[in-house]
C-alpha cells in the first residue's frame, strides 16, 4: 500500500521537500521573519549601493556642507529633525555637516562586511577545530580543549579592547576580524565537538570505517552532512552578535577609526549632541538596533524551523 506523502514533505511534481525548502517555507509563511529578511535585504541593498546613493544626493561620506549647519550656534544643523531635507535625507551631523545617509549607507557597508568575514572565520577555526577534537580524542581532544577552555576564560570584550588599544591602527577591519574571531571560536568549536563526539559511533559511520572509508570521507561525508543544520542555525545568531561587537568596539574608540564611518562611531560622536540634535543619535541608533532585531529574529526563527522538521 502507498501512503501519500504529507504536503509538508512534497515541492512541486511530488518530489520530496528538502531541509532547506521545507524551512524556507516555515520562513515565508512567519511574519516576523519575512519582515526581519526585507529589512535585512534593504541594509545590504543600501551596502552595495552606498557608490550610488552618494552619486545621487551629491554628498559623500567624508563631505563637509558647512551651508547645512548654522555656525553662529556651534554648527546645530539648519531646519527640524537634525537638518533633514530633500537634500539631505537624514540630515546631517552637527558641526560639520556631513550627510547621515552617505554615512549611514557606507557604515552599514563596514559593519556587515566585518560581521560576515568573522563570523566566517569563526565558523572555519570551530569547525575544523571542533571536529578534529571530536573525531580524533585522545591528546588531540586534550590540547584543544585546553585551549578553549584558556580563551573562554577571559572576558572578551575587555582583552578585545586592550588587544585593539595595543595594537597600530593600520587595516583597522581586518584586525577587528582577527580579533573577533579568535575569541569566538571556541563556542562553536564546543557544540561541534559534542556532536562529532555522538556522531563518530554511529551505525553509519562504523559501517563506513568497515568499509575502507579513508579519514577524509569520514569527515566531509559522514559527520559534516549531519552537522549542517547545526551550523546555519549558530551562524546566523552569531552574526548580530558580531554587528554589535563591531558597533560597540568603534563606540569605545578602538574599532573602526575615522574617516572610515562606522555606526557605532556616529552614536560615539552623538553623545555631546543629545540635548540639541537627537536625531544625530536616534538615526544611527535606531538603524543598529533593527539591524541587530532583524538579524536575532531571523536566525531565531531559522532555529525553530530546523527545530520542528528534526521533531517531525
Same mark, same amino acid.
Given at each position: ?9 512534497? =515541492? ?12 524556507? &517555507?516555515?520562513?515565508?509563511? $512567519? ?7 526585507? #529589512? ?19 554628498? /559623500? ?30 540630515? =546631517?551631523?552637527?558641526?560639520?555637516? &556631513?550627510? %547621515? ?13 566585518? @560581521? @560576515? ?18 573525531? #580524533? ?5 586534550? +590540547? ?47 557544540? +561541534? ?8 559511533? &554511529? ?9 575502507? @572509508? ?8 559522514? %559527520? ?14 552569531? +552574526?548580530?552578535? #558580531? ?11 578602538? /574599532? ?14 552623538? +553623545?555631546?549632541?543629545?540635548?540639541? $540634535? ?13 539591524? =541587530? ?7 531565531? &526563527? %531559522? ?5 520542528? /522538521?528534526?521533531?517531525?
Amino acid at each position: 500500500m502507498t501512503v501519500a506523502a504529507h504536503p509538508e514533505q512534497q =515541492v512541486a511534481g511530488g518530489a520530496p521537500a528538502t531541509s532547506g525548502r521545507r524551512v524556507l &517555507r516555515v520562513l515565508l509563511r $512567519d511574519r516576523g521573519a519575512v519582515l526581519s529578511g526585507a #529589512y535585512l535585504a534593504l541594509i545590504v541593498l543600501m551596502a552595495v549601493c552606498a557608490p550610488l546613493i552618494t552619486a545621487i544626493t551629491g554628498h /559623500g561620506p567624508n563631505d563637509f556642507d558647512t551651508a547645512a549647519v548654522d555656525t553662529d550656534l556651534g554648527g546645530v544643523p539648519y531646519g527640524a529633525l537634525g537638518g533633514i531635507s530633500a537634500d539631505h535625507p537624514l540630515g =546631517v551631523e552637527p558641526q560639520n555637516g &556631513r550627510d %547621515i545617509l552617505a554615512r549611514i549607507a557606507y557604515g552599514a557597508r563596514v559593519s556587515l562586511i566585518i @560581521a @560576515a568575514s568573522a563570523t566566517a572565520l569563526t565558523t572555519l577555526l570551530g569547525v575544523v577545530l571542533g571536529m578534529l577534537a571530536g573525531f #580524533y580524542q585522545g591528546w588531540v581532544d586534550q +590540547v584543544i580543549c585546553r585551549v578553549m577552555d584558556f580563551l573562554m576564560a577571559f572576558p572578551a570584550l575587555i582583552f578585545m579592547i586592550a588587544i585593539l588599544s595595543a595594537l597600530p591602527q593600520g587595516n583597522r577591519p581586518v584586525l577587528l576580524v582577527v580579533v573577533i574571531s579568535v575569541f569566538g571560536w571556541p563556542y562553536l568549536a564546543r557544540v +561541534v565537538r559534542g556532536q562529532t563526539l555522538t556522531l563518530v559511533n &554511529r551505525e553509519f559511520v562504523e559501517a563506513a570505517r568497515a568499509s575502507g @572509508a579513508s579519514t577524509g570521507a569520514l569527515v566531509f561525508k559522514e %559527520i559534516l552532512p549531519n552537522l549542517r543544520s547545526s551550523l546555519i542555525v549558530m551562524t546566523t545568531l552569531a +552574526v548580530p552578535g #558580531y554587528v554589535g561587537t563591531e558597533a560597540g568596539l568603534s563606540f569605545l574608540g578602538v /574599532g573602526v577609526t575615522p574617516p572610515t564611518p562606522s555606526w557605532g562611531q556616529m552614536i560615539s560622536s552623538s +553623545v555631546g549632541w543629545y540635548a540639541v $540634535d537627537p536625531m544625530y543619535f536616534v538615526i544611527p541608533g535606531g538603524f543598529l538596533f533593527l539591524t =541587530v532585531l532583524s538579524l536575532t529574529v531571523l536566525g531565531d &526563527r %531559522i532555529r525553530a524551523a530546523y527545530d520542528a /522538521g528534526e521533531a517531525a
